[in-house]
């Protein structure tokens, strides 16, 4: 009596791939599995024998497991069900998928310039104010200082406001400006504690 598959008409290019896909595992292992044999049995007559029976025994025994894994009536059904509901996919016309990558690559690089200019924006405005050790920056160096951190005030003051807008469209316009005049007068406020502090409190700050 020999081997019998189970629903053998059925699911054949699925059940196939998995046990081509296994025996290549089952390839990969047995491979570095001679490798080790190679390298660390001892030098006699029976290390060519040992060298390659070993992993080839190890091969047929990985095989005939996968061969009656993949047999099993559970595994079957659900490679049967899985290519069968693959032939139900509608794919995507050549066209499509040729602009859906071009989007996607076109995107990808967009979004790269633009934070390698925001990136350099922030590191042009901010970094010469916040490297330059305060007693030795200068009035026009400390007042510079102030007014980059009172722009990043305002942008980030701005970006929450839209999202706050976008978050709660209920809220009235007035609401959200009155919200965002706030929040740059604190940049301004902030601005001239920074200026007063640095300038006449405390003249030795050093570097931050």
Do not use: H
Request: hydrophobic share 55%; proline share 3%; with cysteine.
């Amino acid at each position: 009596m020999g081997f019998q598959l189970y629903k053998s008409g059925q699911g054949r290019y699925l059940r196939g791939g998995t046990g081509v896909a296994a025996a290549l595992v089952d390839l990969v292992f047995c491979y570095y599995l001679w490798t080790l044999l190679s390298r660390y049995l001892a030098e006699n007559a029976y290390k060519p024998y040992l060298e390659y029976g070993i992993p080839a025994a190890v091969f047929a025994v990985l095989g005939v497991a996968v061969f009656f894994y993949v047999n099993k009536p559970n595994v079957v059904d659900f490679l049967v069900a899985t290519e069968t509901e693959m032939k139900k996919v509608s794919w995507s016309s050549r066209a499509e998928l040729v602009g859906s990558t071009a989007v996607v690559i076109v995107t990808v690089f967009a979004l790269a310039a633009f934070i390698f200019e925001a990136d350099g924006l922030f590191s042009g405005v901010l970094g010469p104010g916040i490297t330059v050790k305060w007693d030795e920056q200068g009035w026009v160096g400390r007042i510079m200082t102030a007014l980059n951190f009172l722009l990043l005030d305002v942008v980030v003051s701005g970006i929450a406001a839209y999202a706050a807008k976008a978050r709660w469209p209920s809220v009235s316009q007035t609401s959200y400006v009155y919200g965002l005049t706030v929040c740059v007068f604190v940049g301004i406020l902030a601005a001239a504690v920074y200026l007063w502090l640095v300038g006449f409190r405390i003249p030795g700050l050093g570097s931050w």
